[in-house]
């Protein structure tokens, strides 16, 4: 059995804005912030991966100088590449009616209603997936003391959930009803047959950003979970708190 955690990265040092491709910093308060929260649980990390974007990457360069564990840069871990409108800020594109249209759209349909330039959702959750499959197939999954680090984006810990509790990624909900915090926390168990849920988006840090069990209980109800075709499994996960008790 072994276990892997993704680890989103902190606050952005930049105006609100869709950050994909854009190669925005983190405060290093904030990156040292993170790391000695995680360092305070007593996960003996034994491989480390991140996205080699630098809001991930600087993270992930910090945890390794403080775990002795040298950290992997995977291209496949970049969050979506938002194309023309990447890394501009929501108040400058909400001066232009049309490219606000544009962007509205998109949120209620990205599959339908691609941005300009923009990764599609569908190459995205390939590219993130393959990333995905490369660090399984190097995990010991029979090696109890397998700990596995992967700094990571938003949107790649989503498609990571959404292909491992067979959730449609296409599914506009899943990226609006679904808070992944920054600073955050998914805990995942992997053996030889299966592989397990422990805990979403478990925050490290005090935050103002629901965790999975706060967004399940406002808006993953029993009657949405199966209105909005997501797996009835999410139903049976336990609260929060007592599978991330290790985090």
Known sequence: MANLYLLRHGKVAG??????????EVLAQTNQEIVDAFIEQNIPVTRLYSSPLKRCASLAH???????CKVELLNGLKEMNFGQYDGISFDDLYQDKEVWSQLERFWQNPVQHPLPQAELLTGFSYRVNGAWQSIIEKVNVSDANENVLVVC????????????LNVDFRNPLWYTQLAI????????????????IKGIAK???????????????KNLNAESIKQQGFPESLLTLPPIDNFLESI
């Open 181 to 196: 915090a920054n600073g955050s926390v998914t805990s995942i168990e992997i053996n030889q047959k299966n592989t397990r």
């Open 62 to 68: 910090v945890i390794s100088e403080q775990t002795s």
């Open 203 to 217: 925050p490290l840090l005090a935050c103002d950003s629901p965790s999975f069990e706060d967004t399940a209980n």
């Open 15 to 24: 105006e609100a804005a869709l950050y994909g491709h854009t190669d925005v």
């Open 153 to 164: 984006h938003g949107g790649v810990i989503r498609m990571i959930l959404a292909h491992l």
